[in-house]
């Protein structure tokens, strides 16, 4: 797990050497890796070895590690300077551009402005400053709406026939591909019916013929019933392909 995390980490950190700002898609698709809470209680179930086949429960854990695929929606309409590693509002990425530029052809010209007394050292700190303004973006610009499908669930035990699960989230950019999320979780796990469980939990399950079961079969309506499970996570997630491709200006 802690390569994992590194990983998305170390990949969400990748800049471009040099550049303006680009546009983030608004729909993105990605995948996260986090920790799982399941409100419900479940079980696992078997028959003894013995002649009776009694029945015996074992409780699952709640927690578990999950990796899931993930959509992303963003809240907001952003851009991003991976040279300073900040948002921009895409209605500003106009002005804030220009500024960018004049400012590095400003550098540029004169090598390296170090005199505070020079014209130009004035000049190209201004440009920054008024950059600096039109950068950055609302707490609620940095958000989206996610949906997530588990992929791969990690727990201490093994579940009986446990359904693909996912969820409905929120989750907050940190960076251009890196978000950490929270998520209200859904799924479906194959359950013994109550009054089975209430009548022969410790003693064999009678079929109705004289005979009693020897083994126990999930697609067996007669005992078993799809469960709905509800609960939370919390993972972090990396987006692909963020950026939208940058447009081609039009031919002269």
Not at 74 to 94: E, H, P, R
């Amino acid at each position: 797990m802690k390569k994992l995390l590194f990983t998305l980490l170390l990949l969400s950190s990748i800049s471009l050497v040099f550049g303006q700002t680009a546009d983030l898609n608004g729909v993105t698709f990605g995948f996260g890796a986090g920790y799982s809470h399941t409100r419900d209680k479940t079980y696992d179930y078997s028959l003894t070895t013995d002649k009776d086949h009694n029945l015996k429960l074992q409780p699952l854990s709640k927690q578990a590690f999950v990796i899931s695929s993930v959509i992303m929606v963003k809240l907001g309409k952003i851009a991003v300077d991976q040279n300073a590693n900040t948002f921009v509002k895409q209605s500003k990425t106009a002005d804030y551009n220009s500024l960018i530029q004049q400012k590095y052809d400003l550098d540029r010209q004169n090598d390296f402005l170090i005199d505070s007394n020079n014209p130009d050292f004035v000049k190209s700190n201004n440009l920054d400053k008024s950059a600096q303004g039109l950068a950055g973006v609302s707490f609620w610009e940095h958000l989206s709406i996610n949906l997530a499908l588990d992929l791969v669930n990690v727990a201490p035990d093994v579940s009986f026939n446990k359904n693909i699960n996912g969820g409905i989230g929120i989750g907050y950019f940190v960076t251009e591909n890196l978000q950490v999320a929270a998520f209200y979780d859904v799924s479906r796990i194959s359950q013994l019916r109550d009054y089975i469980v209430n009548s022969y939990e410790n003693k064999p399950i009678p079929k109705g013929d004289g005979t009693n079961y020897n083994a126990l079969d999930s697609k067996d309506t007669n005992l078993f019933y799809n469960k709905t499970l509800s609960g939370w996570s919390f993972k972090l997630i990396f987006s692909l392909a963020n950026k939208k491709p940058p447009q081609t200006p039009p031919a002269k």
